[in-house]
């Protein structure tokens, strides 16, 4: 066990290492220190940038299945005579004749990915961030293993962001802010739905301007990178009606490798910062008390108060 003196000193000497770009070039060496709104930003585009191709992994294994389906449906829904001219869809009567059934199909199945991806990036992000990252299939195993509890935030969590929306548009932001972290506690610290919430809700507190900061802009960068995307794939001029519904598919799983990866790695740096900022999460790591695979539930909370 290392002494209090001997933490701060380690502390001090590795916190200098990551300010400088050194201990080991990994992002989650121990040493972290609290993060600005910039920083947190910074931080995250590089965790991005360090894992990208696992989190692509992650989001492909999910979203790919999902876009056949939807392009299938889609297929389904097109009327005879339909077709494509310079990129652009025509059919003969405007609108296109969806299934009921094929609509509740995309929707549940998408919610569903949407929880599973969510999950297995929060996991490997927070991973990643600490030093020891897994690997993409034992971070999706680990979702589909916890899906049930996923499903129940989701659930409790729109519920109460309708109601909110519903009563007044601001309460609905400030609990939308004040839960940003609760997959991530969620998955990291193996705690329920409701905990998880509850959770959330105190590492934020006393930080929901800066919380609300960092996810602000991180909102406005990704809305900006999705944008020129979308231009390049508006740009491309096609008149066949199969390479219309292949490049629809297409764009929405290249949408979905920015987008989930991108808001997952801001939202892992932003728990582990206030971890950090309000539990000494550094000063842990230092003493040995959280090694590989430490995130699979052993960087547990701290016990609530009362």
């Known amino acids: 066990m290392i002494g209090a003196a001997e933490l701060v000193s380690v502390r001090a000497t590795v916190t200098d290492q990551v300010s400088t770009g050194d201990a080991s070039g990994r992002l989650g060496e121990p040493g972290l220190h609290p993060l600005g709104v910039g920083e ?36 389904a829904s097109l009327p005879s005579g339909a077709s494509v001219h ?18 509740l199909a995309q929707s549940v199945l998408g919610l569903l990915a949407i929880l599973a991806v969510n999950g297995a990036l929060a996991l490997c992000l927070v991973d990643s961030y600490l030093g020891h990252p897994l690997s993409w299939s034992r971070s999706l195993g680990t979702a589909f293993r916890r899906f049930g509890s996923l499903l129940g935030l989701a659930i409790l ?6 109601i909110a929306f519903i009563l007044v548009i601001l309460p609905g932001i400030w609990l939308s802010v004040a839960w940003s972290v609760a997959v991530p506690a969620l998955m990291v610290e193996r705690i329920g739905a409701v905990k998880a919430l509850r959770r959330s809700f105190r590492l934020v507190r006393g930080r929901w301007w800066a919380t609300f900061g960092a996810l602000l802009v991180a909102t406005i960068m990704l809305l900006v990178v999705v944008f020129l995307v979308g231009l390049v794939f508006n740009a491309l001029s096609f008149s066949s009606l199969g390479l219309y519904l292949v490049m ?4 929405t799983v290249v949408s979905g490798l920015i987008t989930y990866p991108f808001i997952g790695a801001v939202v ?16 842990e790591l230092l003493a040995g008390t959280s090694g590989p695979g430490a995130s699979e539930g052993s960087l547990h909370a701290v016990p609530e108060a009362g």
Not at 248 to 251: E, F, I, K
Not at 268 to 283: G, N, P
């Open 157 to 162: 969590f729109m519920i109460a962001i309708v």
């Open 248 to 251: 629809h598919g297409v764009s």
């Open 40 to 75: 947190v930003l910074d931080t995250a585009i590089k965790l991005y940038r360090g894992n990208a191709v696992t989190m692509w992994k992650i989001v492909g294994v999910v979203l790919i299945p999902l876009a056949v389906l939807q392009l299938v449906v889609l297929a």
């Open 268 to 283: 892992a740096v932003i728990y582990i910062d206030q971890r950090v900022r309000k539990e000494a999460l550094d000063l």
């Open 86 to 103: 310079n990129g652009t869809l025509y059919t003969s009567t405007g609108t296109l004749s969806t299934p009921a059934a094929g609509i």
